[in-house]
C-alpha cells in the first residue's frame, strides 16, 4: 500500500499561472482533507471532503478550490497563483471512526510550491 | 480564533533529557487529543492519543499527561533521543463527530543535541 500519495513534489510557478495539487489514496478511506504548513502557522485547513461527492471549506480556502473525483482522489487548484500561496501543501486521509478512538489522519509527503 | 494554543514554539534539549510541550484548548465539548510527529521532508504521523475520561497514557518513551479541568494537556518524551528531533503538532477533535476536522497547535520544533 502506497497510503496517500501527492502529486508533483515540488513546483515553481509565476504569479497568476493555474495549477492543480494531485492526491490519491489508497486505504479505502472516506474522508480527505487539504492543509498548508507554513512557519510559525502550524497546520491550516484549506478545504476537506467529509465523504464521496461533498465538499467543505476549512481555515484559508480564498483563492483554492477542490475536486473529489472518486472515492480515492482529492485535487487542489490554485486557479491564479500569488506570492502568498507559496507554502507546503499536504493531503491527508481518515477512514471511519471505529471504537474508541477516532481514526487517525494519514498524511501524503507534500507539495512544495513556490509562487515567484 | 485559534483553538488550540500550543507552547514553546521551539525547543532545545540535550540527549536523555525531558522535554515537555504544553497545549491549551477553549471547547469543552474536544474528546480526542492526538499528537502528531513530523520528520524534515515528510507529513506528519501520529505518535500517541489520549482521551479525556484518563489523566495520563504511555507509548514507550511517550507520555501524554491530561488536565481536564485546566483544559490542558502535554507531552514529555522520556530520555529523549536525536531521532525524536521533529516538530511536534498537539490537535483536538470531537470523536462523536465523525470525520470532522482535526484543529491543531501551531507546533513545537524540537531538537535533541547528544
Known amino acids: 500500500n502506497a497510503g496517500v500519495t501527492q502529486t508533483p513534489k515540488f513546483q515553481v510557478l509565476k504569479t497568476g499561472q493555474s495549477m492543480t495539487l494531485q492526491c490519491a489514496q489508497d486505504?479505502?478511506?472516506?474522508?480527505m482533507y487539504w492543509y498548508r504548513q507554513d512557519p510559525g502557522m502550524g497546520l491550516r485547513l484549506i478545504y476537506y471532503?467529509?465523504?464521496?461527492?461533498?465538499?467543505d471549506k476549512g481555515e484559508v480556502p480564498n483563492g483554492y478550490n477542490v475536486s473529489r473525483l472518486n472515492k480515492r482522489e482529492f485535487s487542489l487548484r490554485l486557479e491564479s497563483a500569488a506570492p502568498s500561496q507559496t507554502s507546503v501543501y499536504f493531503c491527508?486521509?481518515?477512514?471511519?471512526?471505529?471504537?474508541?478512538?477516532?481514526?487517525?489522519?494519514?498524511f501524503g509527503n507534500g507539495t512544495r510550491l513556490t509562487v515567484t | 480564533q485559534q483553538q488550540v494554543k500550543q507552547s514553546p514554539q521551539s525547543l532545545i534539549v540535550q540527549k536523555g533529557g525531558i522535554p515537555i510541550i504544553n497545549c491549551a484548548y477553549e471547547?469543552?465539548?474536544?474528546?480526542?487529543f492526538p499528537w502528531y510527529q513530523q520528520f524534515p521532508g515528510k507529513g506528519p504521523a501520529l505518535l500517541i492519543a489520549?482521551?479525556?475520561?484518563?489523566s495520563e497514557k504511555k507509548e514507550g518513551r511517550f507520555t501524554i499527561s491530561f488536565n481536564k479541568s485546566a483544559k490542558q494537556f502535554s507531552l514529555h518524551i522520556m530520555d529523549s533521543q536525536p531521532g525524536d528531533s521533529a516538530t511536534y503538532f498537539c490537535?483536538?477533535?470531537?470523536?462523536?463527530?465523525?470525520?470532522?476536522?482535526?484543529?491543531f497547535g501551531k507546533g513545537t520544533r524540537l531538537s535533541v543535541i547528544a
Open positions: 491527508a486521509s481518515r477512514g471511519r471512526t471505529q471504537g474508541a478512538d477516532n481514526s487517525p489522519l494519514h
Open positions: 486505504m479505502n478511506h472516506n474522508s
Open positions: 471532503s467529509a465523504s464521496e461527492g461533498t465538499t
Open positions: 471547547n469543552t465539548a474536544f474528546d480526542y
Open positions: 489520549i482521551r479525556p475520561d484518563v
Open positions: 490537535a483536538a477533535n470531537l470523536r462523536s463527530s465523525g470525520n470532522t476536522p482535526l484543529v
